[in-house]
């Protein structure tokens, strides 16, 4: 009974005449799945997250499906340290946009394997102790999914499921502003410029395509993928079902593209929408009526104070975790600067999230590495340092590119930046084929058709041979070591660092948890760092973990380039 009555809670502000209506359909749904019964389940498990990021086909070992040669990936992503699996798109697709455009959310796609497949990936990594996350695409379907197709058909019904107008949208122009590219409408009377994801890919008039019913219907990404209108609670509904299936298998999920989710045409991220909270509040209450363990991570670039909202407060649950993008594009300014005074510039605008929320920090994920919120001189600083690695996203607001690529396939820089990440607050994110040095694929070694889609780059499959190859084999374990290290240490790594003085070329930093303290040194230059400080290794501070040469002098630490250190009290 609390459980329904959280759920109309949320939905009221959303659906004030259906709440009754789907409260019901919902319970009705739900009934015939099991629930996780756990009497004590285990609510903050996600506070000590290694996440571990590969899509459904990206591992290529023997002939069998591609979910089931994900099985013995498992016994690999345990070895690295890696506690949860996110399995990217595997519903249903015609591939537009490697997935992220769902034809059926109740299918997996059938170059995959079958659902049995995927039950057997869920029962292997539960066995293992890997919780798995799926994406959640709420703000857009396929062009062949069912619904737009009965509404192409003429079916007001499913017309209704998506943003459409009748009239032709008065498109001006397109041009650069703020790191990006916008196009300008005329709405009724009135200009609005809106932010254009992906550039290289609009159509014609950007935001908007021509149905076969002659309606125009509104899109956020490529055509092919057409915005949902949330304000329709039977869209509401068709999302609760798909909620409670994926989660009564045992998935967390990770919301996709977020802060367009809920919003009418012209959608712009940083204009903060209360539906779309409330929308995530209602989505998290449906998932729990499940798996009370069930965890939402946010997917969203916006403000700082607007991502944060999403983490929710005390009486108003949203989501678990937030992805660290603002800190992941100023890691990249620290390295390329060798400053770590601009991982601290972020840091402390970064603290004030609810006690059961945390950020997920990473150096890349399965996109282009965003640009967004940098000004000159860094951003150029940035682009000219890391572009001749990668390829251009966005008209060059963004860099498509494997880390290992990014840092020059220098190992020892690679591997630095790596225990840099471990050494932050929060959860880690590690893409597949970082955990082997893995490099890019070159771009004109793509078929043709994915050449215009620059992050294709990052993506394909990690082979035997790269797993077992020396290379991969030895950065493999140099960076097990890491995240299982930090693994033992994560109560440390759960509270907010004090900042230490040092050179400004060194991350240092300390951890207390009780009466005890994690000493964090890591010097990102290419250069030795001499850090003042008195400590007698060995008596007052254990090592738990070093990368490179250190040595230990009278008042003073000296660390060789790229060289760091964990050392507890």
Not at 35 to 44: G, Q, V
Not at 237 to 245: D, S
Not at 413 to 439: C, H, M, Q
Not at 468 to 475: E, L, P
Request: net charge neutral; hydrophobic share 40%.
């Amino acid at each position: 009974m609390q459980e329904v009555n959280e759920l109309k809670q949320y939905l009221k502000p959303l659906y004030k005449h259906n709440t009754e209506r789907l409260c019901s359909e919902i319970i009705s749904y739900a009934k015939d799945f099991p629930r996780n019964e756990n009497p004590y389940p285990n609510l903050l498990w996600h506070k000590f997250l290694n996440l571990y990021a590969v899509y459904p086909d990206g591992v290529e070992n023997g002939n069998a499906a591609p979910l089931a040669r994900l099985i013995p990936h498992l016994a690999h992503i345990k070895r690295l340290g890696s506690n949860a699996l996110h399995i990217l798109p595997f519903l249903a697709s015609p591939l537009v946009d490697a997935g992220f455009d769902v034809s059926d959310y109740m299918r997996v796609r059938d170059d995959l394997g079958t659902m049995d497949d995927m039950r057997n990936v869920v029962h292997e990594a539960q066995k293992l102790g890997i919780r798995l996350f799926m994406d959640l695409v709420a703000n857009h379907v396929s062009e062949e999914h069912e619904w737009f197709q009965k509404a192409q058909a003429g079916d007001e019904k499913y017309r209704r499921y998506f943003i459409v107008q009748k009239t032709k949208p008065h498109f001006v122009e397109k041009f650069h502003k703020e790191s990006a590219v916008w196009a300008r409408y005329i709405v009724n009377g009135k200009v609005r410029d809106v932010n254009i994801a992906f550039p290289e890919m609009a159509g014609e008039i950007p935001h908007w395509r021509e149905g076969k019913d002659g309606y125009w219907y509104y899109h956020t990404y490529y055509p092919q993928q057409l915005d949902l209108n949330w304000h329709n609670p039977d869209v509401f509904l068709e999302f609760a079902k798909i909620i409670v299936f994926w989660a009564s298998l045992g998935f967390n999920f990770r919301l996709d593209a977020i802060p367009f989710v809920g919003k009418g045409a012209y959608k712009q991220t940083d204009e903060d929408n209360e539906f779309t909270h409330q929308l995530t509040a209602a989505f998290r209450s449906v998932a729990e009526s499940i798996n009370p363990e069930c965890v939402f991570i946010v997917e969203t670039y916006e403000r700082i104070q607007v991502i944060t909202r999403y983490l929710g407060y005390t009486h108003f649950k949203q989501t678990h975790l937030a992805y660290n993008f603002h800190l992941c594009t100023y890691l990249w300014v620290a390295l390329v600067e060798q400053d770590a005074t601009f991982i601290w510039q972020k840091l402390d605008e970064l603290d004030e999230i609810p006690v059961h929320a945390d950020w997920i920090n990473f150096l890349r994920n399965h996109d282009e590495l965003s640009l967004a919120y940098l000004q000159d001189p860094l951003l150029s600083d940035v682009k000219n340092a890391l572009m001749k690695y990668g390829e251009p996203f966005r008209e060059g607001y963004g860099i498509s590119g494997r880390t290992y690529s990014l840092l020059g396939r220098d190992e020892t820089r690679f591997l630095n930046a790596y225990f840099l990440v471990a050494s932050l607050p929060g959860g880690v994110l590690i893409p597949y084929g970082d955990e082997i040095g893995k490099t890019n694929i070159p771009l004109d070694k793509l078929p043709p058709q994915l050449r215009k889609d620059t992050r294709n780059i990052n993506r394909g499959k990690i082979t035997a041979e790269e797993l077992n190859s020396a290379k991969g084999k030895r950065i493999m374990e140099k960076l097990s070591k890491i995240i299982v290290k930090r693994q033992a240490l994560r109560e440390f790594l759960n509270v907010w660092p004090q900042r230490l003085t040092s050179p400004a070329g060194v991350f240092a930093a300390t951890y207390h948890f009780g009466i005890s303290e994690l000493l964090v040194l890591v010097n990102i230059t290419d250069k030795p760092q001499c850090v003042k400080i008195t400590i007698a290794p060995h008596k007052d501070y254990e090592e738990m973990l070093s990368f490179h040469k250190i040595e230990y002098g009278e008042g003073k630490i000296t660390l060789s380039p790229y060289a760091g250190i964990w050392l507890q009290k």
